[in-house]
């Protein structure tokens, strides 16, 4: 790929030499893991490769620098605790975790009880094992199927793969936990059902009532969704289907586990993503966003009734047997609680609703571009699904949205696709900027965006 090359300085560095000797890069074909962007510095919203380039990161790494690079201030508060406290485990406890696990119950508004792990697959593992867990000790040892949709992501270990919905992220490594059902996805622009959204009547979260009834709802642990479909196409469901999934949970007795992974912290203009639909979930998992991606932490949030009604107890094994060694760090929680800090005192929830606002009126420009087939924004979120003819919505070939990446890199500008490859399914260029981007950087990014499409004719 020249335009990759050429950004890339490729063979210029002898750092690539021993990348390409002694680095394993996931989920990267092995052509294109010959020219990684080998980041060497970052600043607010930038990033600097190791020529000198400077790229605008429209993509907050893996979608989770919220809050731009090189923030002092949280690299201290990690030094700090380095020094005083570096490390204790959490099967006894420490202040760090203790703080933390309460500005979460708060940011989520309500009384949840909070569990440390290290990364978004491991608190949706946790979730799971909870919900399951949670059931057996209230009389129902059945329930034990977890519900998720197609196109879905929800991490890489053997239970989170299982409850994604992305088949080349699972071909070769099957078979994975059993116990998933699948549904499919709220996708707008292609319905499943072949409705329109004005008459849909929400199809999509019906249909899971009836998958309940034919999986036996006395079967069902749970059901797992992102508030909004990210790395799965940043697919933003119509306002009434959690709230429907909600109704729809309890009437079958189900919990609703909410992946924030990426939505929680601010990403959708809302503490959580959860919040903007109005729906109280049971089970709240969340990563990414928590330490701004300075240090590694996620978190598993149970909701205090469903603590209460089942693990508050000294029946025999009724307590959570899952330990991390390194979950809720003492070192990642102080950046978790920096992070909050810099949120709240910079009013970065609120500037991530303004700025999505600007986002998507921005992205408006890109309507009429030939191969721009949908734009959805949610919050500080976008996704731009490209097609090869807007009549027949026929997704644009692999390499030509792959294109549009480079070109965009090649303009400093780093913007995302999605992670799913499903037929038709991997067609989407994401945005996902940290919070700290300007007005004129949505601008920018958006006009690279354009010109990068435009090179395609
Ligand atoms: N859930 C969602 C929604 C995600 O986007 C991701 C990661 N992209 C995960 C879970 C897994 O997180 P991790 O990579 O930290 O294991």
């Not at 063979?11 to 962007?37: F, I, T």
């Not at 622009?189 to 999509?204: D, M, N, V």
Request: proline share 6%; aromatic share 8%.
């Amino acid at each position: 790929m020249a335009v990759e090359n050429e950004v890339l300085g490729a063979g210029r560095s002898a750092w690539l030499e021993k990348d390409r000797r002694y680095v394993w890069h996931g989920m990267v074909p092995y052509e294109a893991a010959q020219h990684p962007l080998h980041v060497v510095r970052g600043d607010g919203p930038y990033v600097f490769d190791v020529d000198g380039r400077k790229y605008l990161d429209a993509m907050s790494g893996l979608w989770c620098v919220n809050l731009g690079y090189s923030r002092r201030e949280l690299a201290e508060a990690a030094y700090r605790q380095l020094t005083e406290m570096p490390y204790y485990p959490l099967t006894q406890t420490h202040s760090p975790a203790i703080e933390l696990a309460e500005r979460i119950s708060t940011w989520l508004g309500g009384e949840y009880r909070v569990f440390f792990s290290n990364s978004g697959s491991e608190a949706n593992e946790v979730a799971f094992k909870i919900a399951r867990q949670y059931h057996a000790q209230r009389g129902e040892p059945h329930r034990w199927k977890i519900v998720s949709r197609y196109r879905a992501y929800h991490g890489n270990t053997m239970g989170a793969l299982a409850a994604s919905g992305q088949f080349d992220r699972k071909y070769r490594y099957e078979p994975l936990a059993p116990g998933f059902v699948h549904v499919p996805p709220p996708d707008c622009y292609r319905c499943p059902f072949g409705k329109q959204p004005a008459t849909c009547a929400l199809e999509c979260a019906r249909h899971v009532d009836d998958v309940m009834r034919w999986e036996v709802d006395a079967t069902i642990a749970a059901v797992i969704a992102e508030p909004v479909i990210t790395g799965g196409g940043v697919l933003v469901p119509p306002d009434g289907y959690l709230p429907k999934l909600r109704e729809i949970c309890d009437r079958h007795g189900a919990l609703l586990i909410v992946d924030e992974v990426i939505c929680g912290f601010g990403r959708t203009g809302a503490p959580f993503g959860h919040q903007r639909f109005g729906v109280c979930p049971d089970i709240v998992t969340m990563a990414k966003g928590i330490t701004s991606g300075y240090l590694p932490l996620a978190a598993t949030a149970v909701r205090s009734e469903i603590f209460d009604a089942a693990f508050a107890t000294s029946e025999d094994y009724a307590h959570l047997r899952h330990v991390n060694t390194f979950g809720g760090h003492p070192a990642s929680c102080a950046v978790g609680l920096a992070t909050l800090d810099i949120m709240e005192r910079e009013n970065l929830v609120d500037r991530a609703r303004t700025l999505g606002e600007v986002l998507a009126g921005e992205l408006a420009r890109l309507e009429d571009l030939p191969h721009v087939g949908d734009i959805r924004t949610f919050g500080l979120l976008a996704g731009v699904e490209m097609v090869e003819d807007r009549a027949t919505r026929a997704p644009l070939a692999p390499d030509l949205v792959a294109r549009v990446v480079a070109e965009c890199k090649a303009r400093g500008v780093i913007v995302g696709k999605n992670g799913d490859t499903t037929p038709g399914g991997n067609n989407v260029v994401t945005l996902c900027p940290p919070f700290v981007v300007s007005e004129g950087d949505i601008q920018h990014i958006v006009d690279v965006l354009r010109d990068a499409i435009l090179s395609l004719s």
